[in-house]
């Protein structure tokens, strides 16, 4: 007879009440091992307002009160970018598990205090970086997996999107620009696709334009070369500052990867789902701004259809809850992943400053 795994009763705090935190919160209340959620946010309002819509038994504005609730055993990290360090570290001092959004620090310096924490712990601790846990780059990963391109020498990944939302990363945070905060799934994408292979050399162009011209340190376009430390070449590309009214609500990317014995080709910029429509459909992350003409299936997160939200972030919470619940295995990046993708982004900020090759690993 085979064993069922017994399913754990998870107790669940969502620290952020943002589009995020919200996306996670409604996912976890349909999860059937979630029998208790709490919710916290500097805004004590925008808590309250979240923990009423989803039906959770406690909100706060104080994020350490949620996360130490004694019916809490798992948190999710849904803070600004800049604001992870503090509830994650309070989260593995209680010894709860915790999934928090990428990039998992802004800085070096915060990114390996939480990994020496999480490392000294031992705790169980997942970043998320979501583009993992869109179908397509799934099944690319198994046919990676299965040899069946022989091995990678070469890969290339671009991402477009509009300045609406780069403006609205960088008026949240001036430090999370397009690269360290969305080039980064690329990176992170890059580095699953490949395996455990370091990064040896970054090297990075870029052009300004409106994003400087609205008054933040931002390029509105960014190409880098890594150099692996096997020799394998990868080019990265993005811009976040295509016209306010461009069809994409988040992510028009592709993806090549090239092997010895195959290649693969994933276009996901969603040209091939367009619609038209007088009534306006809203973005997913700008609640005041709608376009006419859009990709579907372009947001970033997924889609609400049928009062259900499908794709990459509906895939990835349900996956790290059964994680959770059921002892199955996940694919969601660890802290020391997150970490080296934080370096590959900084590298390349660096590499545009000096107009120069980087070196990794980078000097602190």
């Not at 090297?203 to 390029?219: F, H, M």
């Not at 006419?292 to 895939?315: H, R, Y």
Request: glycine share 8%; hydrophobic share 45%; with cysteine.
């Amino acid at each position: 007879m085979q064993h069922v795994a017994e399913r754990k009763t998870l107790g669940l705090a969502i620290v952020g009440a943002g589009r995020i935190g919200t996306l996670r919160a409604r996912l976890a209340m349909d999860h059937p091992a979630v029998h208790y959620l709490a919710v916290s946010d500097s805004d004590p309002d925008r808590a309250r307002n979240l923990a009423q819509k989803v039906g959770a038994q406690f909100h706060s504005g104080d994020n350490r009160e949620v996360i130490a609730r004694p019916e809490v055993n798992a948190v999710i990290v849904s803070t600004s970018e800049g604001e992870h360090m503090a509830p994650v570290l309070h989260a593995i001092e209680l010894g709860k598990p915790v999934l928090v959004e990428k990039p998992i620090a802004l800085t070096l310096a915060d990114a390996d205090a939480m990994v020496a924490a999480i490392e000294k712990a031992g705790a169980n601790v997942r970043v998320g970086y979501s583009r993992r846990y869109k179908e397509r780059y799934l099944i690319a990963k198994e046919q990676i997996i299965q040899g069946r391109l022989g091995k990678v020498v070469g890969a290339a990944a671009r991402v477009y999107n509009s300045r609406s939302q780069g403006l609205a990363v960088l008026k949240r945070d001036r430090h999370a620009t397009p690269v360290v905060d969305a080039l980064t799934y690329y990176v992170d994408l890059m580095n699953w696709l490949l395996g455990d292979t370091p990064i040896a050399e970054v090297y990075a162009r870029g052009q300004r334009g409106v994003l400087k011209e609205a008054g933040y340190d931002a390029d509105d376009v960014n190409w880098a070369v890594f150099t692996y430390a096997d020799g394998t070449v990868v080019n990265l590309g993005i811009s976040y500052a295509l016209p306010e009214k461009y069809p994409a609500l988040g992510h028009a990317a592709r993806v090549e990867v090239l092997g010895t014995g195959g290649v693969m080709i994933l276009d996901d910029d969603h040209t091939d789902q367009l619609m038209y429509t007088e009534k306006g459909i809203p973005h997913v992350y700008l609640p005041d701004h709608t376009v006419n003409m859009v990709f579907l299936q372009s947001g970033t997160p997924g889609d609400w259809a049928l009062g259900e939200l499908w794709g990459p972030i509906a895939n990835e919470t349900r996956a790290w809850l059964d994680h959770l619940a059921m002892a199955k295995a996940c694919v969601l990046a660890t802290p020391k992943e997150a970490r080296a993708n934080l370096e590959a982004t900084l590298a390349i900020e660096r590499s545009l400053e000096s107009e120069h090759a980087v070196t990794l690993p980078l000097a602190q």
